[in-house]
């Protein structure tokens, strides 16, 4: 139980002001048997009123929400019930009224400053456990201004031996041009580690 109250506790100091990589497995130690990993960075720029909220998540290849990387504290930590378009295909997905406030702290962290920002997945599920091989779709949700939102998705070859950048593809919702550029220069990258 200390282990996963400091581990709660640290894991927020971990998760991004300019660069970060925040993973977590059981009991705070981090282990990544497969020595694979997903890479995800881009140039965040924050905006003004009702924006700069995100969320990073894995699916399979069901549609399953298998891990959330990050999301800010805001919406995470009930601004969802009155914020409705604070990134709501994750909070659809990942049902945070229904999550411990525990979990939800180890995911979330403070909107960070501008500047590049990095995420790598290690494979593991919400609960530190190492996914099968197989497909998985790693999305990049952005609320811009109000309703205005962006989802950036790509799809990975998890036990694949091959080191690749992942096509992105996007899809924007609303088109106001107010904080268009939120979240730029995103790239996927799938490695094996040495």
């Known amino acids: 139980m200390k282990a ?19 993973s977590y497995a059981k009991e705070g130690a981090l282990e990544n048997t497969s020595k694979e990993c ?23 290849e069901t549609g399953r929400l298998v891990r959330t990387l990050y999301v800010t504290s ?21 049902k945070p009224a229904e999550m411990p406030a525990d979990e939800i702290d180890a995911l979330t962290g403070a909107t960070p400053r501008n500047g590049t920002v990095n995420y790598t997945w290690d494979g593991t599920d919400d609960k530190g456990n ?11 949700e952005g609320t811009l201004y109000w309703e205005n939102r962006i989802v950036y998705s790509g799809k990975v070859n998890w036990g694949s031996q091959t080191q690749q950048s992942v096509p992105i593809t996007s899809r924007r919702y609303g088109t106001s041009p107010t904080n268009k550029d939120m979240i730029t220069d995103l790239k996927f990258f799938h490695a094996r580690k040495k």
Do not use: H, N
């Not at 003004?48 to 909220?53: D, L, N, P, V």
């Not at 019930?81 to 604070?86: E, G, L, M, T, V």
């Not at 190492?130 to 990049?140: E, S």
């Open 4 to 22: 996963r109250l400091l581990a709660a506790m640290l894991l927020p100091a971990c998760i991004c002001i300019q660069s970060c990589t925040p």
């Open 38 to 60: 997903l890479d995800i960075s881009f140039r965040f720029q924050r905006g003004g009123i009702a924006s700069s909220q995100y969320a990073i998540w894995i699916e399979d």
């Open 74 to 94: 805001f919406t995470a930590k009930g601004g969802y019930a009155y914020r409705k378009d604070a990134v709501p295909a994750w909070v659809r997905k990942a």
């Open 130 to 140: 190492p996914v099968p091989k197989g497909t998985y779709t790693v999305f990049v």
